[in-house]
């Protein structure tokens, strides 16, 4: 039955649930002045509500209003309340969202919970409420009449709230004050009240000279000037700029510079880092340069701290939001540009559970469809990001000299199968140590595999410890005396013998864990500094250990992938990379991508300050043609023939890929699935389907996992294949019986 306007206003909502639609409701308020033009105090778009949902009570998001509904009357509920006098989500900022929902083929209301703290998700009020002391009409009376004459605190406190209407309770509520504020309370003079917190004044277009900087920024070589010159005559409309600067040549600055012209002209700056480890540097440079608030919006922040900052964002009072991935969706009323630092790294995409997104791509489509210009920064650009240069969607800028130190490092590969090793350290390897050491520089050594050793086994009858959940190896953690799987996080006791044959069991290979250890013994004296997910794991735990590093106190660095992503080490002198290797052979088509990032990244930490720098990279496969591109030709040289490759195999960027994954009790059960939805596809000219195929670790917590692709040479033509062929999914019986998602533009197949 189709609804009637005479119903009243119909409230289109987006609930937190899988399901990819919009609930109707009929709305609380009393009358309306038509379909999209809610009256003063009315619900409408952007706004959350309080919704009954069967036996439930639910927070959503009015996506729009009708005045039509394909529900009777009698099955339209009511929404219980409305949670905010103003859209939590402006007009730029819901459409984002819903064009997020059409892309990805995602449920509306999970998406836009993504784009909210927790707390705003359960109800919380959309402004933060602040205890004041009201003076009431007794209270002014009295002061007026001199009273109290006998307490002069009391006296000092109605006068101040004769003169400011209001004084913050958690001020004059405390010490000295709260004897005097309950007496007057007591009285009848003075009440206490809850009032949102004030909005910061926006501050005019033309007030440069407001916004006077901490500390002068250092003088800008030819490079980066202009740069800076380019990006900010583009300041008004949406541009794409690619910093593709190496390692240590300031692209940081460059940042600082423009965000200062940004801030000039009365807007707002968005920056977006890839991982938590790099926030405290990147707040630390923003803090020290500007006088204005700053929001910093991390997964490892407490619920109130995420919903503090936000708000902040939201008033106004943060001009400049700095965060990791889910930062892309802060509310800056005034945004004047987004910039992406290390915009190749795959932490901006959203890789499993729930919307998975990518936020360097959502950030562009926000930067275009707020006319501002978006900067990606980094020293190994993504290939697709390569792609849109030469294509001329994107204009790169290039910073192509250090900062301090104007010759790059010198780069040697170590052939391990002509060179002796102990313990994961080639002889030449420790030579230069020894030689870098006792010139006082510092020694940062790579290994991307954390613990103690990979594999723990029996010499007698060749047992492994596996893990019982998934087809992978524990680790073995020494210092712990625990075996972990880093699949599916189980954790068992550090066996004595083996549990087949009682035999003794020894841990083989190296971690990082036992690279440190094995430093401690070749250079007892020397302090060691471990950065790993191990040792990272409380806040502060970066702060100390990048202390530790910039004091001198720790004169070796071992770390994983952590210690490559823009951390500045100046006096680092030696790189090490110890195994080279991984990635080299993998079946995913951006295994050999994220590699020569990897050794690209983590060798531009030698030699950043004014001591030339020294990498060494051990390898068994030293005449493997990734690795000697890149020490012949640099990233650019590999980056060519990746795109020669991927045109020639079809591959993104040159076509477009999404993936639906699945899990199950069986691996029958995971593969029949897919087999059923690609049955439902059907011949459809220019979309291929792939699969589907067991993941390459078929078995993950327990579960089976399995794969299947549909890859298009045309975007458009791919996602009209979706849009069609996900309802016919969601009703196979056998969709019930597994856990399934879909990945629209997946960097990681598995």
Same mark, same amino acid.
């Given at each position: 039955?189709?609804?009637?306007s005479?119903i009243?206003?119909?409230?289109r909502v987006?609930?937190?649930?899988p399901?990819?639609?919009?609930?109707?409701y009929?709305?609380?308020?009393k009358?309306?002045?038509?379909a999209?033009?809610?009256?003063?105090?009315?619900i409408?778009?952007?706004?959350?509500?309080?919704?009954p949902?069967g036996?439930?009570?639910?927070?959503g998001v009015?996506m729009?209003?009708?005045?039509?509904?394909?529900?009777s009357e009698?099955?339209?509920?009511?929404?219980?309340?409305p949670?905010? !006098?103003?859209?939590?989500?402006?007009?730029?900022? =819901?459409?984002?969202?819903?064009?997020?929902?059409?892309y990805?083929?995602?449920?509306?209301?999970?998406?836009l919970?993504?784009?909210l703290?927790?707390?705003?998700?359960?109800?919380?009020?959309?402004?933060?409420?602040?205890?004041?002391w009201?003076?009431?009409?007794a209270?002014? +009376?009295?002061?007026?009449?001199?009273e109290p004459?006998?307490?002069?605190?009391?006296?000092?406190?109605?006068?101040?709230?004769?003169?400011?209407?209001t004084?913050?309770?958690?001020?004059?509520?405390?010490?000295?004050?709260?004897?005097?504020a309950?007496?007057?309370?007591?009285?009848?003079?003075?009440?206490?009240?809850?009032?949102?917190?004030?909005?910061?004044?926006?501050?005019?277009?033309?007030?440069a000279?407001?916004?006077?900087t901490?500390i002068a920024?250092?003088?800008l070589?030819v490079?980066?000037?202009q740069?800076?010159?380019?990006?900010g005559?583009s300041?008004?409309?949406?541009?794409?700029?690619?910093l593709?600067?190496i390692?240590? !040549?300031?692209?940081?600055?460059?940042?600082?510079?423009?965000?200062?012209?940004?801030?000039a002209?009365?807007r707002s700056?968005?920056?977006?880092?890839p991982?938590? &480890?790099?926030?405290?540097q990147?707040? +630390?440079?923003?803090?020290e340069?500007?006088?204005?608030?700053?929001?910093?919006? $991390?997964?490892?922040?407490?619920?109130?701290?995420?919903?503090?900052?936000?708000?902040d964002a939201?008033?106004?009072?943060?001009?400049?939001v700095?965060?990791?991935?889910?930062?892309?969706?802060?509310p800056?009323?005034?945004l004047?540009?987004?910039?992406?630092?290390?915009?190749?790294?795959?932490?901006?995409?959203?890789?499993?559970?729930?919307f998975?997104?990518?936020?360097r791509?959502?950030?562009?489509v926000?930067?275009q469809?707020?006319?501002?210009?978006?900067?990606?920064?980094?020293?190994?650009?993504?290939?697709?990001t390569?792609?849109?240069?030469?294509?001329?969607?994107?204009a790169?800028?290039?910073l192509?000299?250090?900062?301090?130190?104007?010759?790059?490092?010198?780069?040697?590969?170590?052939?391990?199968?002509?060179?002796?090793? $102990?313990s994961?350290?080639?002889?030449?390897?420790?030579?230069?140590?020894?030689?870098?050491?006792?010139?006082?520089?510092?020694?940062?050594?790579?290994?991307?595999?954390?613990?103690?050793?990979?594999?723990?086994?029996c010499t007698?009858?060749?047992?492994?410890?596996?893990?019982?959940?998934?087809?992978?190896?524990?680790t073995?953690?020494?210092?712990?005396?625990?075996l972990?799987?880093?699949?599916?996080?189980?954790?068992?006791?550090?066996?004595?013998?083996?549990?087949?044959?009682?035999?003794?069991?020894?841990?083989?290979?190296?971690?990082?864990?036992?690279?440190?250890?094995t430093?401690?013994?070749?250079?007892?004296?020397?302090?060691?500094?471990? =950065?790993?997910?191990?040792?990272?794991? $409380?806040?502060?735990?970066?702060?100390?250990?990048?202390?530790?590093?910039?004091?001198?106190?720790?004169?070796?660095?071992? &770390?994983?992938?952590?210690v490559?992503? &823009?951390?500045d080490?100046?006096?680092?002198?030696l790189?090490?990379?110890?195994?080279?290797?991984?990635?080299?052979f993998?079946?995913d088509?951006?295994?050999?991508?994220?590699?020569?990032?990897?050794?690209?990244q983590?060798?531009?930490?030698a030699?950043?300050? +004014?001591?030339?720098g020294?990498v060494?990279?051990q390898?068994e496969f030293?005449? $493997?043609p990734?690795?000697?591109? =890149? =020490?012949?030709?640099?990233?650019?040289g590999?980056?060519r023939?990746?795109l020669?490759?991927?045109r020639?195999?079809?591959?993104?960027?040159?076509?477009?890929l999404?993936?639906?994954?699945?899990?199950?009790?069986?691996a029958?059960a995971?593969?029949?699935?897919?087999?059923e939805?690609?049955?439902?596809a059907?011949?459809?000219?220019?979309?291929?389907?792939?699969?589907?195929?067991?993941?390459?670790?078929a078995?993950?917590?327990?579960?089976?996992?399995?794969?299947?692709?549909?890859?298009?040479?045309?975007?458009?033509?791919?996602?009209r294949?979706?849009?069609?062929?996900?309802?016919?999914?969601?009703?196979?019986?056998s969709a019930?019986?597994?856990?399934w998602?879909?990945?629209?533009?997946?960097?990681?197949?598995f």
């Open positions: 039955m189709t609804g009637k005479d009243g206003p119909i409230l987006a609930l937190p649930t399901l990819r639609r919009l609930f109707d009929r709305s609380s308020a009358g309306s002045a038509g999209g033009t809610p009256c003063p105090g009315e409408g778009p952007g706004m959350r509500v309080r919704v949902f036996r439930r009570h639910m927070v009015v729009e209003t009708a005045t039509q509904t394909e529900l009698e099955k339209l509920k009511t929404v219980l309340e949670l905010d !006098s103003r859209p939590i989500f402006d007009r730029a900022m =819901l459409a984002l969202l819903t064009w997020a929902v059409g990805y083929h995602h449920p509306p209301g999970e998406v919970s993504a784009a703290p927790k707390a705003l998700r359960l109800g919380a009020p959309l402004e933060g409420m602040q205890g004041t009201r003076l009431t009409p209270g002014r +009376e009295a002061w007026a009449q001199g004459r006998r307490a002069p605190r009391q006296r000092q406190l109605l006068a101040e709230l004769a003169m400011q209407e004084a913050a309770s958690d001020c004059l509520g405390r010490g000295v004050w709260r004897e005097a309950r007496a007057l309370e007591g009285r009848g003079w003075i009440v206490s009240v809850q009032v949102p917190l004030a909005s910061a004044p926006a501050i005019a277009a033309d007030a000279c407001l916004l006077p901490r920024g250092p003088e070589n490079e980066q000037r740069a800076t010159q380019r990006i005559q300041l008004d409309a949406f541009g794409a700029f690619v593709q600067g390692t240590g !040549s300031g692209k940081t600055e460059v940042y600082l510079r423009v965000t200062e012209q940004v801030l002209r009365g700056a968005l920056v977006l880092v991982e938590i &480890g790099l926030t405290p990147l707040v +630390e440079r923003f803090r340069r500007f006088q204005v608030g700053m929001a910093v919006l $991390h997964s490892a922040l407490t619920d109130q701290e995420r919903l503090a900052a936000w708000r939201f008033s106004g009072q943060a001009r400049i700095l965060g990791t991935r889910s930062a892309v969706f802060a800056l009323p005034q004047g540009i987004i910039i992406i630092d290390e915009e190749h790294d795959a932490s901006f995409k959203q890789h499993e559970g729930g998975r997104y990518s936020a791509d959502l950030a562009l926000r930067a469809r707020a006319g501002v210009p978006v900067v990606l920064g980094s020293a190994t650009p993504a290939i697709e390569l792609h849109n240069i030469q294509t001329g969607r994107y790169r800028l290039r192509t000299r250090r900062a301090v130190q104007a010759a790059p490092p010198r780069t040697e590969l170590i052939d391990l199968r002509a060179s002796a090793h $102990h994961g350290l080639s002889t030449p390897a420790v030579q230069a140590m020894e030689r870098h050491l006792g010139a006082g520089g510092q020694v940062l050594m790579f290994l991307n595999r954390r613990g103690y050793a990979p594999t723990l086994l007698a009858c060749g047992w492994i410890a596996p893990c019982s959940n998934c087809d992978a190896r524990l073995v953690h020494l210092a712990a005396r625990r972990r799987c880093h699949h599916c996080g189980a954790d068992s006791q550090l066996p004595a013998r083996c549990p087949q044959c009682g035999f003794a069991v020894k841990p083989v290979g190296q971690g990082t864990e036992k690279i440190e250890e430093l401690a013994a070749m250079f007892p004296g020397l302090p060691c500094v471990r =950065l790993d997910r191990d040792v990272v794991r $409380h806040r502060g735990d970066m702060e100390e250990a990048m202390r530790r590093i910039a004091s001198g106190e720790g004169r070796i660095l071992v &770390g994983t992938q952590m490559t992503k &823009g951390h080490f100046p006096n680092v002198t790189v090490v990379v110890l195994n080279a290797d991984q990635g080299l993998s079946t088509f951006r295994a050999s991508e994220r590699l020569a990032q990897t050794i690209v983590v060798a531009g930490r030699g950043r300050g +004014e001591r030339p020294e060494l990279i390898t030293p005449a $493997h990734l690795l000697t591109g =890149l =020490l012949c030709e640099g990233y650019e590999f980056a023939t990746a020669k490759e991927r020639e195999a079809s591959w993104p960027p040159f076509s477009r999404a993936a639906v994954r699945d899990s199950a009790a069986t029958e995971a593969l029949t699935f897919l087999a939805a690609r049955a439902l059907g011949p459809l000219p220019g979309v291929r389907l792939l699969g589907p195929v067991p993941a390459a670790m078995r993950r917590a327990g579960r089976h996992h399995a794969q299947l692709l549909v890859e298009s040479a045309d975007r458009g033509r791919l996602h294949f979706l849009d069609g062929w996900l309802p016919q999914i969601e009703s196979l019986p019930r019986r597994v856990r998602a879909l990945d629209v533009d997946p960097i990681e197949l």
